[in-house]
């Protein structure tokens, strides 16, 4: 077995063959190439994803791909790579963004020069079809922001939802990963990140350019709006001694997700959402730990939502 790299790059794929090409290219074009290894993890996909993968091992050395017959979710999957990996450092990305041509030796060098242990940097969204974008440089001294605070940053903050992140293995492997409770893996990582992190640097340049003509599972406004709650949700019920100001950050998310739901998975309670969303807001306090629970009911009796578990490939 040849020695273990420096940075696992882990990248969940569904149904993402119309793009791979472009992904798997913009990693080969890396300048400086790093001293990584590529870890890509089919989630069942029904497009020939995993085998278009294998036939561009020979254009990206590090290339591995993980097969799996089952569609399980983007959070188990980023959890599966993740726990194959071999790096120091996990670059977790999605497999419909194309990164900066410099972006993982920029995010490695900020990393390490802050002392970190966990770094996010912005994605791009673009109407350009994949083959047309071409995604600028980071730069030398991009804009960036520290924090020795990370939950409370993150849980206070708004951004860090996409994934974009440089993270040690250390760090995901005591944050637990991605919740495997909850299907998208957006919402509750960064959380859980933060809850055991040390030192976080919130890059402000773009890292990555998503393509519109991908397919985003956070266009399903009801999954969307019930992994949210979930995220938040679950860190509270986790874990009940969270600062204050924590915990009051975390309960004003779960309301905004219920209320935002409204007309998205939770029809017919419109006046209770809204008097829970305005008084979440109020400086001081907001809705009893009774009333999550219950809106949590109202989540897990909507159609249509994807568990994190075993079974078919969603339609």
Not at 28 to 55: H, N, T, W
């Amino acid at each position: 077995m040849t020695a273990a790299p420096d940075i696992s790059v882990v990248v969940p794929v569904f149904d993402k063959a119309d793009i791979l090409p472009h992904v798997v290219a913009a990693f080969a074009a890396q300048d400086p190439m790093p001293d990584a290894e590529y870890v890509f993890i089919d989630d069942g996909s029904r497009d020939g994803s995993a085998a278009l993968l294998r036939g561009l091992a020979s254009k990206l050395p590090g290339l591995r791909v993980i097969g799996n017959a089952d569609n399980a979710g983007p959070a188990l999957r980023t959890n599966q790579g993740a726990a194959a990996a071999r790096g120091r450092l996990l670059c977790l990305l999605d497999a419909d963004e194309i990164i900066a041509p410099d972006a993982i030796a920029a995010m490695v060098r900020i990393l390490g020069e802050i002392g970190a242990d966990c770094l996010h940097g912005k994605v791009e969204r673009s109407d350009l079809a994949p083959a047309a974008i071409v995604p600028q440089p980071v730069g030398p001294s991009p804009v960036y922001r520290v924090s020795d605070a990370p939950l409370a940053t993150i849980a206070a903050g708004r951004g860090f939802v996409r994934m974009a992140w440089l993270v040690t293995a250390e760090l995901f492997r005591a944050a637990g990963g991605c919740d495997p409770r909850i299907y998208i893996q957006d919402e509750s990582l960064p959380l859980r990140l933060g809850l055991r992190g040390r030192r976080f640097v919130d890059l402000r340049a773009r890292v990555t350019t998503a393509s519109a003509a991908g397919g985003h599972l956070s266009r399903a406004r009801a999954q969307q709006h019930h992994d949210r709650f979930f995220a938040s949700y679950n860190l509270l019920g986790d874990h009940p001694d969270l600062p204050a100001a924590v915990s009051r950050a975390l309960t004003r998310k779960c309301f905004s997700a219920a209320w935002k739901a409204v007309g998205a998975g939770l029809d017919g309670h419109r006046g209770r959402l809204l008097l829970d969303y305005i008084a979440s807001r109020l400086p001081w306090g907001g809705p009893r730990r009774d009333e999550l629970d219950h809106i949590a009911q109202l989540f897990r009796a909507v159609e249509g939502i994807r568990r994190p578990s075993a079974g078919t490939p969603p339609a």
